[in-house]
């Protein structure tokens, strides 16, 4: 008998488990199993042979329609050449062979069906595979007699096929450990009652080697119950022992900082943000850490939530510090907070209010002087607030008592920093506010950001001006470029300013700052031209479209101090355009900016326009986003650069984003490793299932947070604990 943990060489031996190792990472009796088949032949159903693509690696049911077989031209030796058929296209698989093939031939009779698999290739206009593996579907000679057993049985199971291996060896390998498995079903039974699933032996013996349809559908269904149960029998542990940890109670003090805040804000708070700032008030008060997402569209006001956080915390006594995804974003953050905050922030100056106290900037480009003060600001706790890129991340930084980390943008750290930051707390665990503007749809919150409560601001303060989009076909109509470039003077001429942003610096062969589709969605299609760059695009404006008006350029490798000053242009108004890359995607906030123009915006992700887009319309005057592509009318980059023009919902967009990407992509971005434990599960197909999984498992966790009474279901915990682990510390 085997279980799922022992390794496939004791089971099938060594030969086929170094193979499945060498071609599929493949160890033990559960990887193997977890290998679920892509998809499923059936008996007489052919497969549609015009969906095959070149260079893929395919296992192919198909009728043999005729053979060739003719001497090779300069040497010795023979092509032999089977054509197979689905009904409509054809396939060529190709031998070549030192001596006759008459063998071959008469094996492969025309008439007979089989599997097929190689790699797909075109010769001569002709789609092959050339020299494939093959099996014969029919009764007859000894290798083929399971096969047959098997075909009968009317479905085949279709293995994601790769060089070394083909879709049948694997099967062949499963069925044999299948025939020794001895799984211990992790599921209580009284879950599995409840919601008529079948034991897990059962289903994996039905998703790789069904009887019918209806076996494959049960078996598909438990399987993915698990993976949505696992994963949110984690989660509630995670918010457990969150719940379990010590933190120093801040509560809100009267007559302190917030309050004069409050006095000084120069408008009133949304319902949604007083709402969301009563959540994280009281929960800042408990004993226990909070751990709380914050989500709301850009302009929505998340930042003066979080500062009234910070000062809460500075008012019972503590710190805080606020994690910006860039130097820019620290700096902005800087700013506005100290400006806000005046004389509340100039603790020892002349002028500063009483109990005021400190706001430090430190990022990873300070100068040692600046640097060493505002290490020691940190450390003393002179600074009440501490804003910074992930500098602050070092070891080095230490805090007199950090009591808040408020972290900018979720999706740019994972759980890994959040962890760092909180071990500078000391003893107790600091409060954790997540801020994010990319919104995020309930089952990835259930899942993704499972062990964070959330809060929502759905509204925009009052006085937003809307943004206009619009998709601008530069390959099909040229001129439509001209009149972008009319609209930003416009803008200027109306005494306002834009934004242009390119996918790539330029100037050498670098990339973008953002790597534009990488995390977000990406090109469809690799071009021969290379994305428009920043560099390029500011001379060429500056010598024809845009003479005459004030540029300026910003991307990543700008030195900090440059990058700063170039922002601080803009944001006076002494400058009227800013070439730039997705450096100012989140947070940048200049009201007086109108347009966005955004060059090869194919090449961005729905969400990232949708940020991008968020820059423009933030104070009294209509924004304007211009989506510059070449794409072609009908393409899939510019079905979506339609969807972000025909829509300002978040929402929307990030569902439609999600659907458009591989679930492992999104899982993957924001949290290293959770891709693998998700094979059949979808986030917007499985929303239901989810959302029952995790009441369900909240409830046997509360119960019994370690699993005592549940040790199989405790081992597959640690199973998919262990391949996170493992997954991240690769990555790292
Ligand atoms: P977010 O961080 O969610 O993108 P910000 O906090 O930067 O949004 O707010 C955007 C702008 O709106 C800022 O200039 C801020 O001062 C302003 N603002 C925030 N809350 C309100 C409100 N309730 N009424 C009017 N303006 C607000
Ligand atoms: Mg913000």
Not at 366 to 381: D, F, N, P, Q, V
Not at 514 to 543: C, N, Y
Request: charged share 25%; proline share 5%.
């Amino acid at each position: 008998m085997a279980t799922l943990e022992d390794p496939l060489r004791l089971v099938i031996g060594d030969k086929a488990a170094k193979r499945l190792n060498s071609a599929l990472e493949l160890q033990t009796v559960g990887d193997l199993l977890r290998h679920y088949p892509r998809r499923y032949e059936t008996r007489g159903e052919l497969t549609d042979l015009a969906s095959l693509h070149d260079g893929e690696y395919v296992t192919v049911q198909a009728e043999i329609a005729k053979v060739t077989s003719r001497p090779m031209r300069n040497r010795r030796g023979s092509i032999f050449e089977a054509t197979v058929t689905d009904g409509h296209g054809q396939l060529a698989l190709t031998f070549f062979s030192r001596g006759r093939q008459d063998w071959r031939e008469r094996q492969l009779a025309p008439g007979l069906h089989g599997l097929f698999s190689g790699q797909v290739s075109t010769f001569r206009g002709k789609r092959q595979l050339a020299h494939p593996e093959y099996e014969l579907l029919s009764d007859g000679d000894g290798d083929g007699a399971h096969r047959a057993a098997e075909y009968a049985a009317q479905i085949i199971p279709v293995y994601p096929a790769a060089k070394e291996i083909t879709s049948w060896q694997i099967a062949d390998s499963v069925r044999v450990v299948l025939d020794v498995l001895d799984v211990a079903d992790p599921m209580p039974r009284a879950i599995r009652e409840a919601h008529g699933l079948c034991g897990l032996a059962d289903a994996l013996r039905g998703i790789h080697r069904p009887i019918d349809w209806a076996d494959k559908d049960r078996a598909t269904a438990r399987l993915k119950w698990d993976e949505a149960f696992l994963l949110q029998a984690v989660l509630a542990q995670r918010r457990l022992a969150a719940v379990a940890y010590s933190a120093t109670p801040r509560p809100r003090v009267s007559g302190g900082l917030l309050d004069a805040y409050d006095a000084r804000l120069p408008f009133e708070l949304t319902v949604g943000q007083d709402l969301a700032g009563t959540q994280i008030g009281d929960e800042l008060a408990l004993d226990h850490p909070m751990h709380r997402l914050l989500q709301g569209e850009v302009g929505s006001g998340k930042t003066v939530i979080a500062v009234r956080a910070m000062l809460q915390v500075v008012d019972a006594g503590g710190q805080a510090v606020l994690l910006a995804p860039t130097e820019v974003l620290a700096q902005q953050h800087y700013r506005s907070i100290t400006e806000q905050l005046g004389p509340l922030a100039q603790a020892g100056e002349l002028g500063g209010a009483e109990h005021a106290t400190r706001v430090a900037l430190l990022t990873g480009s300070l100068g040692a002087a600046a640097r060493r003060r505002a290490l020691l600001e940190a450390a003393s706790g002179t600074a009440g607030i501490v804003v910074g890129t992930h500098a602050l991340l070092e070891e080095k930084v230490q805090f007199a008592d950090l009591g808040l980390v408020v972290i900018d943008e979720q999706h740019r750290f994972g759980v890994q920093q959040r962890d760092a930051l909180r071990e500078k707390a000391g003893e107790g665990r600091p409060h954790v506010l997540v801020m994010t503007a990319t919104p995020i749809p309930r089952t990835v919150a259930m899942t993704v950001f499972g062990d964070l409560e959330m809060s929502t601001l759905t509204e925009l303060p009052a006085g937003r001006s809307p943004i206009a989009t619009h998709v601008v076909p530069a390959a099909e109509k040229p001129h439509y470029l001209d009149r972008v470039w009319e609209r930003v003077r416009e803008e200027t001429a109306h005494g306002r300013q834009s934004y242009v942003v390119c996918p790539r610096i330029g100037g050498d062969t670098s990339d973008g700052d953002g790597a534009p589709g990488q995390d977000d969605g990406g090109p469809d299609d690799e071009d021969t031209r290379p994305p428009i760059a920043v560099l390029d695009l500011a001379a060429e404006l500056e010598q024809g479209p845009l003479a005459g008006l004030r540029l300026a350029v910003l991307h990543g490798r700008l030195p900090p101090d440059e990058k700063d000053r170039a922002m601080l242009a803009f944001a006076d108004g002494s400058v009227d355009v800013l070439v730039t890359t997705t450096v100012v995607e989140v947070g940048v906030d200049v009201p007086n900016a109108t347009a966005m123009v955004i060059m090869d915006a194919d090449r961005f992700g729905v969400s990232q326009l949708h940020q991008l887009r968020g820059r423009v319309g933030r104070g009294q005057h209509e924004g304007l986003c211009l989506l510059v592509t070449e794409a072609e009318a009908d393409s899939k980059s510019r079905q979506r650069l339609d969807a972000v023009a025909a829509t300002l919902d978040g929402f929307k967009l990030s569902r439609l984003d999600l659907e458009q990407r591989r679930e492992g992509d999104v899982l993957g971005a924001a949290q290293a490793g959770r891709k693998s434990s998700l094979r059949l599960l979808t986030l917007l197909a499985d929303e239901e299932l989810i959302g029952r999984a995790r009441h369900d498992a909240a409830e046997l966790v509360a119960a019994d947070p370690a699993l005592a009474g549940e040790p199989a279901l405790a081992a597959a915990i640690r199973v998919l604990l262990d391949q996170e682990r493992a997954e991240f510390l690769e990555k790292a």
